[in-house]
């Protein structure tokens, strides 16, 4: 994405990055919500393997 603003008023991709994720979310969302339960239950089982892969010698983590 190209700009004409002066590198002293340049305040950086900040306004660009936030209003393409804005669109990515809306898209994900409408997408998610086409076959929502097909989608959450395909969530829920890759967390799940995620899970196992994922260890802590933090004691507040531990499961009991």
């Known amino acids: 994405?190209?700009?004409?603003?002066?590198?002293?008023?340049?305040i950086g991709s900040f306004g660009p990055y936030i209003s393409t994720?804005?669109?990515f979310?809306?898209?994900?969302?409408?997408?998610?919500r086409q076959d929502y339960q097909q989608y959450l239950k395909n969530k829920f089982e890759t967390a799940?393997?995620?899970q196992n892969l994922r260890?802590?010698?933090n004691p507040i983590?531990?499961?009991?």
């Open 1 to 10: 994405m190209s700009t004409r603003e002066h590198m002293k008023n340049n």
């Open 21 to 23: 994720m804005y669109l």
């Open 25 to 32: 979310d809306i898209l994900y969302s409408c997408l998610f």
């Open 48 to 50: 799940k393997e995620y």
């Open 55 to 57: 260890f802590s010698n």
């Open 61 to 64: 983590l531990k499961d009991e």
